[in-house]
């Protein structure tokens, strides 16, 4: 049994690639459970981001994997082949460690991603697809990105996606304060977005969900207002700046919609920003004349400006990864070992017990005790020797030489002395 890694991230595939092999985080559980049922795969995770869909397998082969992915979403090979990536064993393990501790990242230390791999393996634990091998990998990831992150200034003065938002807004209006933004969701990307903008002190704030009472929370804590997600569409013009991440499957915002805004707004300006995966804004509204259209692979690209002064924690970081991944390859090797260490301890622990219940009946009998110790000694030592020195015995050329280093390996012994 192996472990693989595969998916398709930021790195290899568009936006447009990305978004349709996302799992919805209510359907993860049953996926799980279909592709281990359905695949010759023993454990499986899956993590799905807005930058990411990565299965962790422990599986003979990937290749079973890979055709499910694309069979899941109903898309034909060819249409992702091209940009999945398949790491085997050391490669996989390697690259959770990296994805965990921020290396991997559009934006290089960011904290979410931890919290995001560790959603993914409570939830393949409650699928019932979470494994010993899955399991204890998880658990060294989690340790090696808090190393990394506890060690090293991996995320110090990090560059985020909600602060590319505000500067990408920036570009198009000379000040923030005099602008209505208007953020759809209440998620924790919107949050964060939030307290960036609100750091601007724009003219007007507010936040659209479907949960009037969740929005309503929200743009209390930045001094806003709040909608219901179905208002939005009438007031779409009132605003200047709109930042969306939802959860929803589908786009919320279409081009009518936004046509519509526009010809009320007398052709001012608009910039939008769309933070979801799937997307939420329609990617033919980034067509029109007086609208400013932002995704994640535009912020993404605000972003890396702010990677070169973190290269030297980058540095650290993967010396640490390096040390980590052996440890564990280690730790997996040793596994293979543990049949063979029982069958060894049970063999002496027969015996042993032979010999002890031997000894109980020549002492019952009113043998000498020191004579009875000297024989159970003796037995012990016959019997622990036996097989290595028949196997000795029966070898011939250059077997019997590999045994002779193999057993003075074992037992640390100097024939020559």
């Known amino acids: 049994m192996q472990l693989f890694a595969l998916g ?14 996302v ?31 990565e299965l962790y397998c422990a599986a003979e082969h990937p290749g079973a994997a890979v055709d499910w992915l694309a069979e899941y979403h109903t898309l034909p090979a060819d249409r992702i082949s091209p940009y999945i990536y398949t790491f085997p ?24 991603i931890l919290g995001q791999m560790k959603q993914a393996a409570r939830t393949a634990e409650q699928a019932g697809t979470l494994g010993t091998l899955l399991s204890k990998l998880f658990q060294r990831t989690f340790s090696v990105a808090k190393e990394v992150r506890s060690t090293t200034a991996i995320g110090a003065n990090i560059v985020s996606m909600a602060a590319a938002a505000v500067h990408l807004s920036a570009r198009i209006f000379e000040s923030l304060a005099g602008q209505k933004v208007l953020f759809i969701g209440a998620g924790e990307m919107i949050d964060l ?44 013009a009132e ?28 052709h001012r300006p ?36 702010g990677m070169e002064s973190r290269q030297a924690a980058v540095v650290e970081a993967e010396e640490i990864i390096t040390t980590r991944v052996a440890n564990f390859l280690h730790w997996m090797d040793s596994r293979e070992s543990v049949p063979t260490i029982r069958a060894l301890r049970d063999a002496a622990e027969r015996s042993r017990r032979h010999e002890l219940e031997h000894a109980h009946k020549l002492l019952a009998r009113g043998d000498d005790p020191a004579k009875v110790l000297e024989a159970l000694s003796q037995g012990l030592t016959n019997k622990l020797l036996h097989a290595p020195t028949h196997a000795l015995n029966q070898a011939e050329g250059d077997e ?13 012994l100097h024939p020559g002395d």
């Open 8 to 21: 398709i991230n930021h790195h290899t595939a568009p936006l447009s690639v990305r978004e349709q092999v």
């Open 23 to 53: 799992f919805q985080p209510e359907r993860l559980p049953q996926a799980l459970s279909d592709l281990v049922r359905a695949k010759p795969v023993r454990e499986a995770a899956i993590l799905s981001t807005c930058n990411r869909t």
């Open 89 to 112: 064993q050391r490669d996989a393990v390697r690259h959770m460690f990296r994805v965990a501790s921020g290396l991997d990242s559009m934006v290089l230390g960011e904290p979410q």
């Open 193 to 236: 977005c939030a307290a960036h903008f609100a750091g601007q002190q724009p003219k007007r704030l507010t936040i659209a969900n479907r949960t009037l009472e969740r929005a309503e929370s929200l743009a209390q804590k930045y001094q806003g207002d709040a909608m219901r997600l179905d208002e939005v569409a009438g007031r779409l």
């Open 239 to 266: 605003y200047d700046i709109v930042v969306s991440c939802t959860g929803s499957p589908l786009p919320i915002i279409g081009l009518g919609m936004v046509e519509r805004a526009v010809k009320v707004r007398r």
């Open 270 to 305: 608009m910039v939008m920003v769309d933070l979801a995966m799937p997307r939420d804004i329609e990617a033919e509204v980034g067509k029109l004349d007086d609208v400013f259209l932002y995704t994640l692979d535009d912020l993404g690209q605000i972003v890396e400006s």
């Open 400 to 412: 019997r030489d590999q045994l002779a280093q193999l057993i003075s390996r074992i037992y640390h």
